[in-house]
C-alpha cells in the first residue's frame, strides 16, 4: 500500500523531469554537438537591446551615405593565375629541374617556361661539430697551451643545445614524448635511450631555473594578473602503479603579456596565496573557492570572470528559454563593446569611458533583471544555478567597468593553459613532482617566446647556449620580451 506522504508532489515531478531533460541536452551537446560557446544573438546592437529593457526612447541621426571607389594594383605574375591554390614561401630554397620535350624539331622557338612548384620533405637529419684543439708547447719548456671548449649545457654531454632545445620543442609544444622520439631518431640511425633523453630534461630544467625564477618575478610585479588551474597526473613513488592528481597554477600578466606556470600538489587555497603574498593589485579568477584566501589579502581587488557567468546561462538551455535568451543577448552586447574597443585599439583610458557611456547601463539592466527573476524559475533548475552564479558574484563581475585597464573575463589564460591540457593526452602523466615542476620551467620560457612572437627552437637554442656564462645580475637579458639573439647567431 502506497503512502500518501512518501508520494512525491506534482512540482516535485515537474522539476524532476526538467532537471532530466537539462541533463539530456546537455549530454547530447557533449556527444554530438559543437564544445564551444557559441551564442548569436537575436539582436547585434547593445544599444538597442538596452533601449528595450530600461524603455528608453533614443532617436538614431539620420544616415549619411557616400559613394566610394579605388584602384587596386594586381600584382605581376610571371605564370598564370592558378585555382586559388596558395602560393609558397619564397625564402624556401628552390632546386630546379628542367624537363625539355622529348620532341625537338630544329627551328622551334621558346615562347615561355612553364613552372611548377611541388612542396618536398628531406627529414631532419644530425651532424657533429667536430671541435679540433691544437697543443702547443710553449718555448724554454713554459708549458702548453690550447684552445678553450665553448661552454656547453650539459658538462662533458655529447648533445649541443640545438638537439636540447629540439628535444624540449617535441616533448612541450608538440607533445611528442620521449619514447616517440627515441624510436623517430632511430630512423635517422641515433640511437639515444628514452632514459638519456630523460636526463637530459632534467639538467635543461635545473639550468633554465634562474631564467624561471626571473620571469616569474617579473609577472608577479604587474599591477593586473589572471589566474587559473589545471590538473596533471604524476606518478606516486609511494603506491605503485598509481598516479598522484597534481596541478598546475597558471599566472598570466595581460598588460605585458606574460605568464608563468607553476605546479603544486594540491588544490587548496594555499598555493595561489603562497605565490601571490606580495602581490598588489588587480586579481581576476574564476569562481573557485579556493581563490576566496588570496583575494581576501590587502592590497588586492578582485575580479570575476564574465565567460564563467555565461557558461552557466549556455548550459542552461533548453529550459526557460525566454529568460535564458534574455541574459545571454545582453552579455554578448557587453561582448560587442569590448570588441568595438578592440577594433579601435583605444587605450585604457578611453576604454573605461567607453564602458562607462554604453557597459553601464547593460549592467544595470542585468542586475534589475536578476532581482525581478531569481524567485520566478525553479529553485534548483539550471537556469536557477546561473542566476545564483551571477547574483553571488555580482559586484566582482560588474568591476571590469570601472578600470579600462583589465579585461571583461580571464580566458587570455585560459588559453595559455592549452598546451598543458593537450600535452596529458600524449604523455599521460609526469615522472615525479620534480619532473612536473620542470615540465612548468619548460612550458613558461616556451609560452612566453610565442607570446613575444620569438621562435620558439631559436630562442631555447640560443638561451642554452649562452645562459651557462651569462652574468646572473643580466639574466633579464634573456628573457623573451627582452631577448636579441647574438650577432652570429641571428638570420
Known amino acids: ?11 516535485e515531478l515537474e522539476l524532476e523531469v526538467a532537471k532530466l531533460r537539462a541533463e539530456l541536452a546537455h549530454l547530447k551537446r557533449m556527444i ?22 530600461a524603455n528608453i526612447e533614443t532617436t538614431q541621426p539620420a544616415l549619411k551615405t557616400e559613394t566610394i571607389s579605388y584602384t587596386r594594383r594586381k600584382p605581376v605574375t610571371s605564370q598564370p593565375v592558378g585555382h586559388g591554390r596558395q602560393a609558397l614561401p619564397a625564402d624556401l630554397p628552390r632546386k630546379e629541374i628542367v624537363i625539355e620535350p622529348e ?15 611541388v612542396l ?4 631532419p637529419s644530425f651532424f657533429v661539430l667536430k671541435y679540433i684543439r691544437p697543443i702547443y708547447a710553449l718555448p724554454q719548456e713554459e708549458g702548453v697551451v690550447i684552445g678553450q671548449l665553448p661552454s656547453r649545457p650539459i658538462g662533458k654531454g655529447i648533445a649541443g643545445p640545438g638537439f636540447l632545445a629540439q628535444i624540449l620543442i617535441d616533448k612541450y609544444i608538440d607533445h611528442l614524448p620521449l619514447y616517440r622520439q627515441w624510436k623517430r631518431n632511430q630512423r635517422l640511425g641515433i640511437d639515444i635511450p628514452e632514459s638519456t633523453m630523460g636526463g637530459w630534461v632534467k639538467a635543461c630544467g635545473d639550468l633554465l631555473r634562474p631564467l624561471y625564477d626571473c620571469q616569474k ?19 606516486d613513488r609511494d603506491k605503485k602503479g598509481k598516479t598522484h592528481l597534481g596541478y598546475y597554477w597558471v599566472y598570466y600578466s595581460p598588460p605585458i603579456r606574460q605568464v608563468f606556470f607553476e605546479y603544486r600538489q594540491g588544490r587548496n587555497q594555499e598555493a595561489p596565496a603562497q605565490t601571490l603574498k606580495t602581490f598588489k593589485g588587480y586579481l581576476q579568477t574564476d ?3 579556493g581563490y576566496e584566501l588570496v583575494s581576501s589579502q590587502p592590497g588586492i581587488t578582485p575580479l570575476a570572470c564574465m565567460a564563467h557567468a555565461r557558461r552557466y546561462f549556455f548550459d542552461a538551455q533548453p529550459t526557460d528559454s525566454t529568460l535564458r535568451l534574455w541574459m545571454l543577448d545582453h552579455i554578448q552586447a557587453l561582448y560587442d563593446i569590448e570588441a568595438q574597443a578592440k577594433k579601435r585599439n583605444l587605450s585604457s583610458v578611453e576604454r573605461f569611458q567607453l564602458r562607462q557611456a554604453e557597459s ?32 553571488n558574484r555580482w559586484q566582482l563581475l560588474r568591476r571590469y567597468a570601472s ?4 579585461e571583461i573575463d580571464n580566458n587570455l589564460v585560459e588559453n595559455a593553459i592549452r598546451p598543458i591540457a593537450l600535452g596529458r593526452k600524449n604523455y599521460l602523466f609526469a615522472g615525479s613532482h620534480e619532473g612536473a615542476q620542470r615540465a612548468a620551467i619548460i612550458y613558461t620560457l616556451v609560452a612566453n617566446a610565442g607570446l613575444a612572437n620569438k621562435n620558439s627552437f631559436d630562442y631555447l637554442r640560443d638561451v642554452l647556449s649562452r645562459i651557462s656564462d651569462h652574468p646572473f645580475n643580466r639574466l633579464s637579458e634573456l628573457l623573451a620580451c627582452n631577448y636579441q639573439p647574438l650577432p652570429e647567431t641571428a638570420e
Open 287 to 289: 569562481g573557485y573557492a
Open 120 to 123: 618536398e620533405y628531406v627529414p
Open 32 to 53: 554530438f554537438g559543437q564544445k564551444r560557446e557559441r551564442f548569436i544573438p537575436a539582436h547585434t546592437d547593445s544599444q538597442m537591446i538596452l533601449s528595450e529593457v
Open 1 to 11: 500500500m502506497t503512502n500518501e506522504k512518501t508520494k512525491p508532489t506534482y512540482e
Open 403 to 406: 578600470d579600462g585597464l583589465v
Open 360 to 391: 553601464i547601463p547593460v549592467l544595470d539592466a542585468m542586475e534589475k533583471w536578476l532581482h525581478e527573476n531569481c524567485t520566478r524559475v525553479l529553485p534548483k533548475s539550471d537556469l536557477a544555478k546561473a542566476i545564483g552564479y551571477m547574483m
Open 217 to 235: 618575478d617579473k609577472v608577479l610585479s604587474s599591477p593586473y594578473l589572471m589566474v587559473d588551474e589545471t590538473t596533471i597526473h604524476v606518478l
Open 103 to 117: 620532341q625537338i624539331v630544329p627551328g622551334m622557338k621558346k615562347i615561355r617556361d612553364e613552372v611548377t612548384e
